[in-house]
């Protein structure tokens, strides 16, 4: 059998010890082989079910005093990506927008706050 025959290929496939991972993410398309290396990739069912809690608990019930609970996320996560990746001290990472729209946005703000 020949690495390129669809035999082999299926054969690995059933042979595969990720392929329980298979079931953790949303699929419409069984026979869709998605290879797109830019993207966020398959919706994963905890996404769904963690993007829906939020919505029905933390904004639909607490409203803005849900705010408490992920505002200083992002710095959370840029000190735990910034000492991970990039050996940062804390504090010397934030993970927001782009430059561009941070950019923009303090742009817009000096404007807004000359009358």
Same mark, same amino acid.
């Given at each position: 059998m020949k690495v390129t025959d669809r035999a082999y290929a299926l054969e690995l496939d059933k042979n595969d010890p990720l392929a329980h991972f298979r079931s953790k993410f949303v699929i419409t398309d069984p026979n869709l082989c998605y290879l797109d290396g830019n993207s966020l990739g398959r919706l994963p069912h905890a996404t769904v079910k963690a993007v829906n809690d939020f919505v029905s608990h933390e904004w639909g019930n607490e409203? #803005?005093? %849900?705010?408490?609970?992920?505002?200083?996320?992002?710095? #959370?996560? %840029?000190?735990?990506l910034g000492r991970a990746v990039l050996g940062a001290a804390e504090g010397q990472v934030l993970v927001c927008d782009t430059t561009s729209v941070n950019f923009y946005q303090l742009c817009l703000a000096a404007i807004n706050a000359r009358p």
């Open positions: 409203v #803005v005093t %849900g705010w408490s609970h992920w505002i200083d996320e992002a710095q #959370v996560a %840029g000190d735990l």
